[in-house]
């Protein structure tokens, strides 16, 4: 599955997908059999999180 390269779209899909279809950011990547660190570091870069409380990036 290729993700989108714009961090602020990225972030937006990711936290749909986590709202909408995971209960957690470790099960959404092993179904898209995408490594954490990958989303991590495009959406550290803008400044956000992930928040295991909300299962969103914050």
């Known amino acids: 599955m290729s993700l989108p390269n714009d961090p602020v779209i990225l972030l937006s899909y990711i936290n749909t997908l986590l709202r909408d279809n995971y209960p957690s950011y470790e099960e959404l990547c092993k ?6 660190d990958d ?6 870069g803008i400044g956000y ?3 295991p409380n909300t299962n969103s990036f914050r």
């Open 39 to 44: 989303i991590e570091k495009k959406l550290n």
């Open 49 to 51: 999180v992930y928040d």
């Open 31 to 36: 179904s898209l059999c995408i490594p954490a």
